[in-house]
């Protein structure tokens, strides 16, 4: 079902009704801004009220050409609608658009050429970082197979957060006029980009790397690098576990954290972590941090295996479309 949402594809959710709107087509909203909220639909679907439906009367059509099309929309649909001018039916039939030509023709060969090659490009960077962070492996071992086979008769307790880890740190004020550009992550409260608001240069305290941190809403995130902090953020140190251990205890700590008792009216402070109480899987009573390491590493494997198949697949196929134009 296709929305006026410009997130998401459009996709609202779905549904059991037939679809009364053909896949391989465009789809755009006629009550926003400009063209945002255009998209290619590959499959049939159901379109909301306001939900304009982009049938294209030339031939070849595919995701590839919709791709330029939209992209070539957008552009030059960019800060020219507002609140008062909306970007509705009259105003689309009256968009116009610059797209490669041949020969006096659209170039459509070039286009799906052009994006092929661009994909290649992401897929090849995706393939490279797999690579470089050992998630290409997604092969279990029998390790983690008995783990995620025991999971369910794991021994767990609940133990105190600053005696696991000592008190948490809190991170210093630094207004956003006050903020000199740089190069070190600088976390605030917020669920957007992990809450980093940017990057820094000022001399502020540098938190480890492997580390958790709190939100003032008591939203736990994990953070493989170093980075500074203000002071809604509250920093556990959990940079002497495993990684995958200290992945597992943010998971933990979030679930412990983050239940709707913190908002803007009541914050959550260095002090509220170091009496927050979670729960972990244990051995002999104490923290079984091997476990946890090995738990999370299967579970990376299981997400991480479609992506790594996604990726040859697609660099397969793109780089046969462009040898073919070679």
Known sequence: MISNSSTNNGVMGFSNLKANNKGNTITCSDTTLGADTMFYQQNDFIGYSHIQHLVPNFQPFNKSIASVIITACRASTSKKYDYGNKFNRKAMNKTKIQLPIKNGKIDFEFMESFIAELETERIAEVEAYLLASGLKDYTLTAEEQQ????????????????????????????????????????????????????????????????????????????????????????????????????????????????????????????????????????????????????????????????????????????????????
């Not at 240069?201 to 690098?225: C, H, L, Q, W």
């Not at 009216?265 to 260095?270: A, E, K, L, M, V």
């Not at 051995?283 to 590493?297: G, R």
């Not at 479609?306 to 070679?326: E, F, G, Q, R």
Request: hydrophobic share 35%; aromatic share 10%.
């Open 147 to 326: 783990v995620l086979q025991d999971f369910k008769n794991f021994n767990w307790g609940t133990f105190n957060l600053e005696k696991l880890f000592g008190k948490s740190t809190r991170g210093t004020r630094l207004k956003s006029a006050d903020r000199i550009s740089g190069n070190l992550p600088f976390v605030t409260a917020g669920e957007t980009d992990e809450g980093i608001s940017g990057f820094i240069g000022n001399d502020v305290t540098v938190f480890p790397e492997n580390t958790a941190t709190i939100d003032m809403f008591g939203s736990a995130k994990y953070r493989n690098y170093k980075y500074g902090a203000d002071d809604h953020i509250a920093v556990v140190h959990t940079e002497n576990l495993p990684k995958c251990a200290a992945i597992f205890v943010t998971t933990a700590i979030h679930k412990s954290s983050h239940t709707g008792k913190f908002d803007y009216g009541r914050n959550f402070y260095p002090k509220d972590a170091d009496e927050l109480n979670i729960s972990l899987p244990t051995k002999n009573q104490q923290p079984n941090y091997a476990i946890m390491e090995t738990l999370i590493s299967a579970i990376q494997k299981l997400v991480i295996k479609d992506v790594v198949l996604y990726a040859n697949k697609k660099l397969d196929a793109t780089k046969s479309i462009v040898n073919k134009k070679v």
